[in-house]
């Protein structure tokens, strides 16, 4: 990543509401042509922290910039750049799908957007629409003229606040689908926020925010491969009382559990004494424990649930 244009530079970003700390300490290099992930739980400040680098929200502490621009002293220079989407729909829901997007130019494009909006439209299948009221669209389609709204003025840095949350599967394919076109396309790079491991499959990189900071910035491959992690996993319906004997086996925290329906998964960065106490579990439930790929669930809950590893997750191969 090195070798690449860093369009977006922040260092030690902080900021609190009402005496709480929301973000702690952020530190981060985003480079030209990314589609960078921010993914952590509901509430633990990827909205705040994304408001923070587009200049909607002023830092109390911290430093950087973004596309050249100093990160504070030239917020507003840098808005005119930019695109941010927020998660909830921003558009008049009472004025047709034309009438936003021709009061969208309006107010942030200059000169002759017509040809703009005529591209926009019809990469996002908008046409059919036109004349619909925004409130009347569906979830996906508000999406996809949200998009095309904040695309309009050509931003070189896009700022997505969960963009596919309540979508169904395909609307969810369909919407990913466009933004790794406009990618490329556009010249673009864009910044999203999620708290589904569905969602940043796509993604270039990705960090987790936890506790006002951000853990690790790379791509799913290494993230996996740095946790050192191995896991095994079986299935069986869910029964208090086996479930009692797998959770004995981990009183003292060297390893991790996680049941998921009817799958139970447990990880430790220490093969050999996994491996020790898959053998017990096996004697003790009479189930077969399979090693299986570690996945970005297990890592995320190896990061947030067993604080004193983190450390060892910073290291380079």
Known sequence: MNSKETVLHVEDLKKSFGGRQVIKKINLDICRGELFGFIGANG???????????????????????????????????????????????LYKDLTV??????????????DYSARLKRLTEFLELDQYRNQLAGQLSGGWQQRLSLAAVMLHKPELLFLDEPTAGLDPLSKRQFWMMLETLLVEENLTILLTSHSMDDIQSCTRITYIYDG??????????????????????????????????????????????????????????????????????????????????NMDDVFLWLTGVGQRRGRLNHED
């Open 98 to 111: 034309h009438e936003n997007l021709l009061f969208a130019g309006r107010i942030n494009c200059i000169g």
């Open 213 to 294: 900071r951000n853990m690790l910035a790379d791509n799913i491959d290494r993230i996996i491969k740095k946790s050192r992690l191995t896991t095994y996993s079986t299935q069986w319906e869910f029964n208090d009382a086996l479930t009692t004997k797998v959770y004995n086996e981990f009183r003292d925290g060297r390893h991790q559990l996680s049941i998921l329906s009817n799958e139970f998964r447990i990880s430790s960065d220490n093969e050999d004494e996994l491996k020790d106490t898959v053998d017990k579990l096996q004697k003790r439930t009479s189930k077969k424990w399979e090693k299986t790929d570690t």
């Open 44 to 90: 633990v400040g990827k909205t705040t922290l994304l408001r923070l680098l587009c200049g909607l929200l002023r830092p109390d502490h911290g430093s950087g910039s973004c596309l050249g621009y100093d990160f504070i002293k030239q917020s507003r220079i840098i808005r005119t750049k930019i695109g941010y989407k927020p998660q909830q729909f921003p």
